[in-house]
């Protein structure tokens, strides 16, 4: 059981592993996906998730830009209003003027 405890680290933990502050590890958590699961109110981290992380290197976009990069690239698209008109049209909701 000990070398299976040893696998999973708490937010303290897995920043001395890192060699970072706690501060860095919440940001890499956000901005390049650093895997962890939330137990709570408390944060775990497994040894060997990190590990795989570290060897997959850093994205060259974070998570959040990535969603932001593929929300915006339907800003023009017509179809993406054409499907929002026929969904508010099922629910019973008119949409004036281009906007619901």
């Given at each position: 059981?000990n070398?299976?405890?040893?696998?999973?680290?708490?937010?303290?933990?897995?920043?001395?592993?890192?060699?970072l502050?706690?501060?860095?590890?919440?940001?890499?958590?956000?901005?390049?996906?650093?895997?962890?699961?939330?137990?709570?109110?408390?944060?775990?981290?497994?040894?060997?998730?990190?590990?795989?992380?570290?060897?997959?290197?850093?994205?060259?976009?974070?998570?959040?830009?990535?969603?932001?990069?593929?929300?915006?690239?339907?800003?023009?698209?017509?179809?993406?209003?054409?499907?929002?008109?026929?969904?508010?049209?099922?629910?019973?909701?008119?949409?004036?003027?281009?906007?619901?």
């Amino acid at each position: 059981m000990n070398g299976l405890m040893s696998e999973v680290l708490t937010l303290p933990e897995a920043a001395a592993y890192l060699r970072l502050s706690e501060a860095e590890v919440l940001r890499l958590i956000d901005e390049q996906e650093l895997p962890m699961r939330q137990v709570g109110k408390e944060l775990r981290f497994l040894k060997s998730a990190i590990q795989e992380w570290l060897a997959r290197g850093a994205s060259t976009v974070s998570g959040k830009a990535a969603q932001l990069a593929v929300a915006g690239s339907w800003k023009d698209d017509p179809l993406v209003d054409l499907e929002l008109q026929e969904a508010l049209r099922r629910r019973g909701r008119a949409i004036s003027a281009g906007k619901p």
